[in-house]
């Protein structure tokens, strides 16, 4: 037991040295398992089935030692080192429940081994931003929480399974990284044809690479579409972490395509063992196999932990790990201090919240030594929501000058159209993208195009293998030049590489409509594309709810500005965005949750992280049987007892559906569970090669399925 607690006490402290924490650190792994010293613990050990509460008692130890702030630190991450971070509550519920327990085994034998610390000088340097103490204090909570529960883990694993343990952190130092990037670099610049756009790109690269000298802070990163910032960015976060000493690089990125694509890339200029990909559609962990090879069992162990050089993953897994009470996902968080933070696609930000997403990015720049780049080509305005001391410093010298060297479309406002106006443009076209606002739409004017063998349709109906096999094929077909009429919903807007030269979108906010005109003359052949922005007039053609206030603001820059995609309007745009927003950037007020009882440290950590939901939970996954691949996994699945390693495969074969359909299917016989854990579509006459699933109305139950 001794042996346990110093050698935890050692670790946490180890890792919350990189925030100056390293006191309390060694305090909790001292304290968090004291409980155990009691004889109804040693009882268990020795096989009596008793359930003893062990966590409990060094939490009431640390209020007995310690005054309140001390304390109550030490109280929330002891008590919840293995069900996670409790609600401060009340004598009946949480924190103060479990502290208020009056007949706790009896621990005191731990006084003959374990001397606790003295903290009573100790106090932590934290700067408050924008006066929120609360956030401030609360975050270091969670950040100590992670150092111990890793702590706590990582010696309990080297004690049980040590071969496991001895798989931990073996990868190659940064500074071979460095030299892996640049070589990589001299190859690409040298094979690179000299041209106009290449030359800016390397400037782009050597102004990233210039800024990477100043210290550490927040940056924005504000790039076209086609000035290749995913690997100036790499240069930049590459420079500045041996300037400064840092420790790893994370890519938050709004998509899993493009997520895919920029590990992809990093994995080939770095090695795969160096690289992270974490998100929904892959999590290492999730992957068992009979047959896991050694590097394969690196990347599961690491993406418990994030201790690995590079991680690329979502603003889903990052953001709601930043605010999870469980310790599975706050385990990590410790290794996020003195890091280089990528948000690729920064205007992507959830706006309903945005400001405790800055407010967490704030902390982990002022209180925890990391750097963040805000990175894209439609940067938000961040300056009114962000104190004066996080503010982004804009890593390229003229941002304006460089959107209009890159601008390769000219922007034309169509006003209100009706679907057969719309439809007969679109088929004068040879070659022309229409992007629409709902999959109702998309649907409904792919019907009225013209030349079936030419025309083709592209929505969330279908699954990403049907999608990627429609977008080879249209690829193939502008290559060739020939004809091809594309209706879409806006999923084709970031992470498809796809060049037409003339694009349609639904009114939207001017980001989107940006999204849009960067797959129009993408490549430069033209020398200008023409983008067309149009009001549908159809009920099922306009924007609802949240779309439809997007929209309204994007048509006030379109009357205000010649350019509505210049760098200014987006910036005007995004200023009104927010104005409109209001209270809404923070729509679970969860950053007044954190002030509301600081006078006595309580905290609300459950209620948060129920709360902090990016994605709201209203929809479940069926799979389509598409391909002779689809069902043979799905034949796999069937037949071992190992499913969870199939998901990934899976994932290409998913269509993501509202309840009320999904029930709506089941009641029908339409879909059948296999492995308990997955759905699939049964009746394949619901599903079309041109539109994907269909939204069959089977009986008078079900007329209120959702297209």
């Not at 150092?147 to 130092?173: H, M």
């Not at 999959?439 to 030419?454: F, N, T, W």
Request: aromatic share 10%.
């Amino acid at each position: 037991m001794k042996n346990h607690l110093e050698n935890v006490a050692n670790g946490a402290s180890e890792f919350a040295k990189e925030f100056n924490a390293e006191q309390f650190g060694y305090a909790s792994g001292l304290l968090h398992d004291i409980g155990k010293y009691s004889p109804e613990f040693q009882r268990r050990l020795d096989g009596v089935k008793i359930r003893v509460d062990h966590s409990t008692a060094g939490a009431q130890e640390a209020r007995k030692l310690y005054g309140i702030f001390q304390s109550r630190i030490l109280e929330y991450i002891i008590t919840g080192h293995h069900g996670g971070l409790l609600n401060y509550g009340t004598k009946e519920c949480g924190l103060e429940e479990r502290l208020s327990r009056p007949f706790l085994p009896d621990y005191s034998a731990y006084q003959s081994e374990i001397l606790a610390p003295d903290l009573s000088k100790i106090r932590p340097s934290l700067t408050p931003i924008n006066n929120k103490m609360g956030f401030a204090i609360s975050f270091y909570t969670r950040m100590l929480f992670s150092c111990l529960v890793e702590a706590d883990f990582l010696d309990t694993e080297r004690f049980l399974s040590p071969d496991k343990s001895s798989l931990r952190g073996q990868y190659e130092p940064f500074n071979e990284l460095f030299t892996k990037f640049d070589n990589y670099m001299k190859t690409k610049l040298l094979i690179a044809e000299e041209n106009p756009i290449n030359r800016l790109r390397r400037e782009i690269y050597e102004q990233c690479i210039e800024k990477a000298e100043l210290q550490p802070q927040m940056f924005s990163l504000t790039v076209p579409t086609g000035g290749g910032k995913t690997l100036s960015s790499m240069a930049f976060a590459l420079t500045h972490l041996k300037k400064y000493n840092l420790n790893r690089i994370l890519y938050v990125i709004p998509y899993t395509s493009i997520i895919e694509q920029n590990a992809d890339v990093f994995r080939e200029i770095f090695g795969n063992q160096n690289v992270l990909e974490h998100h929904s559609n892959y999590d290492p962990k999730n992957e068992k196999s009979e047959n896991t090879d050694i590097a394969q069992e690196k990347l599961k162990l690491s993406s418990e932990n994030w201790d690995i050089p590079i991680i690329v993953t979502t603003n889903v897994q990052f953001f709601e790990s930043l605010f999870s009470n469980r310790v599975s996902r706050c385990r990590k968080l410790h290794n996020l201090a003195k890091s280089v933070i990528i948000l690729d696609e920064a205007q992507m930000l959830p706006t309903g919240f945005l400001k405790p997403c800055l407010a967490a990015l704030s902390e982990l720049v002022v209180n925890y030594g990391s750097t963040v780049v805000i990175c894209t080509a439609t940067q938000p305005n961040l300056n009114g929501l962000l104190d004066e001391s996080v503010r982004p410093i804009e890593i390229i010298h003229s941002p304006q000058e460089l959107y209009e060297v890159f601008r390769r479309v000219h922007v034309t406002d169509l006003g209100d159209l009706e679907d057969s106006d719309l439809s007969a443009r679109l088929n004068a076209h040879k070659q022309v993208l229409c992007i629409v606002n709902t999959r109702k739409h998309a649907q409904k004017l792919y019907e009225q195009l013209s030349g079936p063998e030419s025309c083709y349709h592209l929505s969330a109906r279908m699954c990403p293998v049907h999608r990627r096999m429609k977008l080879k094929k249209i690829k193939d077909l502008l290559k060739e030049g020939a004809e091809c009429r594309v209706v879409s919903t806006q999923l084709i807007e970031a992470g498809v590489d796809i060049d037409f030269p003339a694009v349609y979108r639904a009114m939207s906010g001017i980001d989107s409509v940006c999204q849009a005109s960067g797959r129009c003359n993408r490549e430069g052949k033209l020398v200008s594309g023409e983008v067309y922005v149009f009001r549908s007039t159809e009920k099922y053609g306009k924007a609802t709810h949240w779309q439809s206030r997007i929209a309204e603001i994007g048509s006030m820059i379109f009357d205000e500005w010649d350019d509505p995609l210049s760098l200014p309007a987006v910036d005007r745009y995004f200023e009104k965005l927010y104005s409109y927003e209001g209270d809404g950037l923070d729509k679970k007020k969860i950053l007044p949750s954190f002030e509301e009882r600081l006078r006595d440290i309580a905290f609300p950590f459950e209620d948060v992280a129920d709360a902090f939901n990016l994605i709201e939970n209203n929809t479940r996954d069926i799979i389509i049987p598409y391909d002779n691949k689809a069902r043979s996994i799905i034949k796999q699945i069937q037949q071992t007892g190992f499913p969870g390693k199939y998901v990934r495969n899976l994932q290409g074969y998913t269509v993501n559906i509202y309840a009320e359909e999904f029930k709506a299917l089941e009641r029908n016989n339409a879909i059948s569970s296999i492995a308990d854990r997955f759905f699939v579509l049964e009746k394949l006459e619901d599903y079309s090669e041109d539109t994907g699933l269909l939204n069959r109305k089977y009986n008078d139950e079900d007329l209120l399925l959702i297209a």
